[in-house]
């Protein structure tokens, strides 16, 4: 059974940093797209980043040059180190690994991490 587990958010200041982690289990990890989410109040779930399984990754523009995504195969965990947050980054994030099946996928999902950021 997959699991993802994810960890690391919290509160902080703006202009801080914080690391997520999502920790895997039950996929064969290193096939999957793993993605970042995040859902802010009143608002659509967006995708942040992601990382392919060899490694390219993709980010929101909105992110970009602030937030870092990498992942670990030996750990079956991926990253998402957050620099110079902002207000406007305060949402849940969430994990997901994605097995593209074209034409259909297949996603795991972890439970969330509340990030809030203080202005």
């Known amino acids: 059974q997959a699991q993802l587990v994810e960890s690391g958010g919290g509160l902080v200041q703006a202009g801080g940093s914080l690391r997520l982690s999502c920790a895997t289990s039950g996929i064969i990890f290193s096939i999957y797209v793993m993605n970042w989410y995040r859902q802010a109040p009143g608002k659509q779930r967006e995708l942040v980043a992601a990382v392919t399984a060899v490694g390219s990754t993709n980010y929101a523009d909105s992110v970009k040059g602030r937030f870092t995504v990498s992942r670990d195969n030996a750990k079956n965990t991926v990253y998402l180190q957050m620099n110079n947050l902002k207000p406007e980054d305060t949402a849940v994030y969430y994990c997901?690994?994605?097995?593209?099946?074209?034409?259909?996928?297949?996603?795991?999902w972890g439970q969330g991490t509340q990030v809030t950021v203080s202005s």
């Open positions: 997901n690994a994605r097995l593209n099946l074209n034409p259909t996928s297949l996603d795991y």
